[in-house]
């Protein structure tokens, strides 16, 4: 083989290495960054491309190449991703870690290949050259070949471990990188100190410590294993925290059911004491009729109708609980001064538990309120309405409010004012703040137990959430 055939080699293996790492990039950027819509994935198609040229531009050198690289990738993700960079930085690190890895065995595999194949050449043999040639070329197929089935292979692992996206905050990037920097690290010391030229010659990593061509790969399959460990128990204390959330839920849920209660026991107690007192009343206005006190009859009766107004219900549904929940919320409403309207009629025949309903109700109207409250010299409105259709409820709250919502993309829900206002949770990421916003979480969590699903729409300032619910999915408890 001549020397030309050989540089075509290294320059073509140079290039598919290149294509390599950009589409695996891609694989990877894939994993934690899925798109459902071709358009959204052709753009990080885009980014590997513009990264592809960058790659093989003539001249630009590696230290400018990864900045470079790097600074595209979180510029596409502070526009994609609303100025979410954490779990992008998160994933760089990751391919840098992995590229380095792979880049740790391929090389040790290829250093002793070479040595092994050098070793049995004979330097006095006329072709002697040609067969170096031959080798080095071959040795240069081989390491791009390994090198990229290597990182093919650590990708595909990963893909197994990793159950699902999720986000992260920089608390987490910090916890889950740090083997990936050590092992970025140690692929590029390895890289800088494997052919070093001193003034009494060149220094040979692998000729004066041969136990490292073994050493090192071992070092690197421990940080990725570590990797993979981190990733692992990173996903579990996710579900942990879900779980704690979940009876968190639950506790409030129960605790909100408990309130309704001692609000119905307290309605039908001031009934009772009504009727108890009604013959008083009715004996002191015979006694102002008898003496011809009529104006005064008049009054007592005025006070007697308002104090009975406060024991009838607004609005009857058809079913004691959403009869007190409703109407208790009707009260504050109107107390605060905002429209209340009502077009709600439960049925027995629904098969929705009414528990299950009450805690629908409690949580969105209760956001409502407190959004409507906030609102100032404007229409205050709150509008519930519960459609069925089939073997389908829809149960819809419609309210006004001051038109600011915090809802970042990758949360399921908007966050709430205080969730907004709390720097730790922006710094901690999902881990932190899990009992802010429980209401929504509440009614997002019942939805998914009727097979039904939560759609909120906003649309300048009205505020609007329909809950589908299906029926004959879930038995009265």
């Not at 759609?455 to 609007?464: A, E, R």
Request: hydrophobic letters at 45%.
């Amino acid at each position: 083989m001549s020397q030309d055939i050989y540089e075509w080699v290294i320059n073509y293996t140079g290039v598919f290495h290149v294509l390599a790492q950009a589409l695996l990039f891609l694989a990877l950027w894939g994993i934690f960054y899925p798109e459902k819509e071709k358009s959204k994935g052709f753009l990080a198609g885009a980014l590997a491309g513009v990264n592809l040229l960058a790659a093989l531009w003539p001249g630009l050198a590696s230290w400018v190449r990864y900045p470079l690289s790097a600074a595209l990738v979180l510029a596409y993700a502070f526009v994609r991703h609303q100025k979410r960079l954490e779990k992008a930085v998160f994933v760089l690190l990751l391919y840098y870690n992995l590229h380095g890895l792979s880049f740790l065995v391929s090389n040790s595999i290829h250093q002793y290949g070479m040595d092994e194949y050098f070793g049995h050449l004979d330097a006095a043999s006329a072709d002697y050259l040609q067969w170096v040639y031959r080798g080095a070329a071959a040795g240069q197929v081989v390491l791009i070949g390994v090198y990229s089935v290597l990182l093919w292979g650590l990708m595909g692992i990963l893909k197994k471990v990793v159950e699902q996206p999720w986000e992260m905050g920089w608390q987490d990037v910090v916890f889950l990188s740090s083997l990936n920097v050590a092992g970025g690290m140690l692929a590029r010391m390895v890289f800088d100190i494997s052919i070093v030229e001193l003034e009494q010659g060149i220094f040979l990593l692998f000729d004066a410590k041969r136990d490292m061509i073994w050493k090192i790969p071992v070092l690197a399959l421990l940080i990725y294993l570590g990797e993979l460990a981190a990733i692992s128990i990173f996903q579990k204390y996710r579900e942990l925290q879900k779980e704690r959330q979940q009876r968190f839920v639950e506790g409030q849920q129960i605790k909100a059911l408990g309130r309704r209660l001692e609000e119905a026991e307290d309605f039908y107690g001031s009934i009772r004491k009504a009727r108890h007192e009604m013959k008083n009343h009715m004996a002191n206005l015979k006694g102002l009729a008898a003496s011809g006190n009529f104006q005064a009859a008049g009054h007592y009766m005025e006070k007697l109708e308002e104090t009975m107004g406060t024991l009838d219900y607004q609005f009857a549904t058809g079913n004691p609980v959403t009869d007190v929940i409703i109407n208790d919320k009707y009260r504050k409403a109107a107390g605060a001064g905002i429209e209340f309207q009502v077009r709600f009629s439960y049925v027995p025949e629904f098969a929705i538990p009414a528990f299950d309903m009450g805690i629908l109700l409690d949580n969105l109207l209760d956001n409502a309120i407190e959004a409507c409250g906030r609102m100032e010299g404007a229409q205050r409105y709150i509008r519930l309405n519960l459609k069925r259709k089939n073997h389908f409820l829809l149960l819809e709250v419609e309210n006004s409010f001051d038109g600011i919502v915090n809802w970042e993309e990758g949360r399921p829900l908007p966050a709430t004012r205080k969730q907004a206002s709390l720097t730790a949770e922006k710094w901690a990421g999902p881990l932190a703040g899990g009992e802010h916003g429980i209401g929504l979480s509440s009614v997002k969590e019942i939805a998914e137990r009727y097979l039904g699903v939560m759609d909120i729409k906003i649309n300048g300032n009205v505020f609007k959430v329909t809950v589908m619910l299906q029926q004959n999915t879930a038995g009265e408890p």
